[in-house]
């Protein structure tokens, strides 16, 4: 079975950083794509950085660009997100989603959340000011 496990999330205040981990398990797909989303109470769940096995660009959401560092480590099948000069509106629950499919970066972030086949349970992040 797939499973995707997420932690580091916390409690920090405005200017302050995170690295957010996910350890996959279970996916033995040739042709991935894996990403953080991130959803905040009363809102949809927004992809903010995504990464696909078809091509060397990440995509970075608008509004973490410049501040936000997604990278991976395949031999332990982790993947990272560094949260560089966090924000009030950064707070959210954080998830890593998966799906072994040939698919622009930028398209899989921008992805239905019902369609991204295996997610992992959030974990919180509150920026305080």
């Known amino acids: 079975d797939v499973q995707l496990q997420a932690s580091g999330g916390g409690s920090v205040q405005a200017g302050g950083s995170l690295r957010l981990s996910c350890e996959i398990s279970?996916?033995?797909?040739?042709?991935?794509?894996i990403g953080w989303f991130r959803q905040a109470p009363g809102k949809e769940r927004e992809g903010i950085s995504c990464?696909?096995?078809?091509?060397?660009?990440?995509y970075y959401e608008e509004s973490v660009k410049g501040r936000f560092t997604i990278s991976s480590d395949n031999a332990r099948k982790m993947v990272y997100l560094q949260m560089d000069n966090l924000k009030p509106e950064d707070s959210a629950v954080y998830y890593c989603?998966?799906?072994?499919?040939?698919?622009?970066?930028?398209?899989?972030?921008?992805?239905?959340?019902?369609?991204?086949?295996?997610w992992g349970e959030g974990t919180q992040v509150t920026v305080s000011s």
């Open positions: 989603g998966a799906e072994g499919v040939i698919i622009r970066a930028s398209a899989f972030c921008r992805r239905s959340t019902g369609l991204v086949d295996f």
């Open positions: 990464i696909s096995s078809r091509e060397s660009v990440t």
């Open positions: 279970g996916f033995t797909f040739d042709d991935y794509a």
